[in-house]
């Protein structure tokens, strides 16, 4: 990580006063610590730049506009902790940022001195009326404590492989924290957040396309084995490519390939993968015939399924497996290669209900109108009602992917039916978006706007509100990718781009972290286990976050699931905890490579700590 530069001086030059949070939070944020000089922080001048030049009346300027409320409390309101049982607190008044007097005369002077807008901050402070001092609440509101900060990482992706593109197209995070990209030159690179030296990149031994067998793992689709290895299906490159009919996995301990022992029916480009079980990879269309075919772990082979009478119009279709081992179709997808590639609208949601280990049913749900191919799907859980649903945001470039909707899949029938679309609060079009689950359960929306600092948001489903969050500054599109980072972090790349960005939530910039002090590194499923942390007395949930693996705006595997949490005031460093069980199979949490977040009662997360769950 780049180091944020902080001086005392810096922050204090022009005789700006600190919030007090801001003063905790720089002593103690190690990654990114707070930069509160909005005159050396471009994405902060921005913000305030256009709050100042949006406004139309004195009111826009004198009140808070939106509110960031987080899922377990809000940075910005001390004392009174926003908890769903705490109505009053959800409804805090608008805060005042300044007096009708100083919001009139501030309209008056930019109107008069520069009707096209402030371009610089310095413009507004040069009218001796108005200092810093007036300002700081104005400034706390907009700065990185509400909004999070993009970052890039000091090295760029290298290239490497045989292809001609620069940049990374597939990202996962491995048990190990390293991240492996499958890059757009066709080759795959593992890469270390916490390294930023030029040996952060890795070459993984026994490369797919340079082995015999072997092809381009790129446009194939991947899942993580209960042993956690990354099971990549399909690809081949660019286009559909008959040799791409295998499956092969990476190591992440050995940084090592090796191809599966038999071949699926066929050669599939952009099929998806998501893990049934204990014991099974599901595989999911792809462009030659779509056959679903199913890997298993134990005998390292494919064999195919019957049942299948599902035609997807789209590749990738978005898919997620429910506690009860359904496999639920979320509409979105793939037309063809291509940003403008074409994409058929799919109206029919369906759910694949199996009937033995190698069959099962297609069963449609109620049609929905809006396409949503090219947009993204997660799986939310919770631990109030609705218990598990849904999410969709955005899609193929139209009127209608300005929107999300939801379908409940706590209980799930042919009646079921998506909610009515829902604009996102910005109004933005979102094709090829990111959307990554956070620790804190927020939903964390990036991308696929074609303009550089594009409008990122945030979503929390507790509270069902969506706060602004800083801009992207790349323009992150098609065959872009975002995944959650063990340091809580989100990394972005891809996209005809070498740079990887870092984005930190607001919760990075709040009050200290959490520490764990023991994490066990293996837990059964259902078993009753202690975590160890001296701030247990304020950890409010602690959660199980299964680490990313997408492409194309493909990943079924993001989970975010709270576990059963006891304090013990005998033991006021332990935390107790229930892992998750729901049956055989483990289709609420397959076996696996989890990261393990406590997250405090104002949503500050730990950092993750792999924890295998068997
Ligand atoms: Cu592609």
Known sequence: MAKAKQTGAATRRGGMKMHPKAKRA???????????????????????????????????????????????GGLGHQGNPIHEDNPDAMKMKRKM?????????????????????????????????????????????LSDMFFGRWDTFPQPIPRRGPGGIDGVVHAALCRTGKVLFITADETTVLWDPNNTAPSTFEDPINQPHTMTDGYSQLCGHHVFLPDGQLLSVGGGGYGPNPAAHFGWRFEPGAKSWARSANSMS????????????????????????????????????????????????NLYPGLHLLPNSVMVYSRTGWGSAGAGGFATADNTTSFFTFIGPASGIWTDIVTDTVNRAKGMSVLLYASTPPYLRIMVLGGVDNATNNTYQFLDTSVLSPLSAWSAPMAFPDGQHRSLCSAVLLPDGNVFVCGGIQSVNSPCALYNPMSDSWSAMAALPSIRDYHSVAILLPSGQVMVAGWQNTSIEIYSPPYLFGSPRPTLTSVPSLVHHGQTFIVES?????????????????????????????????????????????????????????????????????????????????
């Open 26 to 72: 720089r002593k103690t944020a190690r990654l990114m610590p707070i930069q509160d000089d909005p005159l050396k922080n471009p994405a902060f001048h921005r913000r305030i730049l256009t709050f100042l030049n949006e406004a139309v009346t004195p009111e826009d300027l004198m009140f808070e506009r939106s509110k960031v409320v987080h899922s377990e």
């Open 97 to 141: 940022l300044m007096d009708r007097g100083t919001a009139t005369r501030l309209l008056e002077f930019r109107e008069r001195e520069y009707p096209l807008g402030f371009r610089n901050l310095k413009e507004v402070l040069a009218n001796r009326i108005f200092d810093l001092e007036r300002f700081h609440h104005l400034f706390d509101i």
């Open 266 to 313: 066929e050669s599939k480009w952009y099929p998806t993968a998501n893990i049934l079980n204990d014991e099974k990879v599901l595989v999911t269309c792809g462009n030659t015939s779509g056959n679903m075919e199913l890997y298993d772990i134990a005998s390292d082979t494919f064999s195919t399924m019957t049942g299948d009478t599902k035609h997807f119009p």
């Open 534 to 614: 001296p701030d247990a007395p304020s950890i409010a949930k602690v959660v199980l976050v299964r680490p990313m693996a997408v492409t194309h705006q493909t990943d079924g595997e993001q989970r975010v699931l709270e576990m059963p949490l006891s304090h013990d005031p005998a033991h006021p460093t332990q935390l107790t905890l229930v892992a998750p069980h729901g049956g055989h199979p483990h289709a609420v949490a397959p076996k696996g490579y989890y990261m393990l977040f406590a997250v405090k009662f104002d949503g500050v997360p730990s950092e993750g700590k792999f924890v295998f769950l068997h």
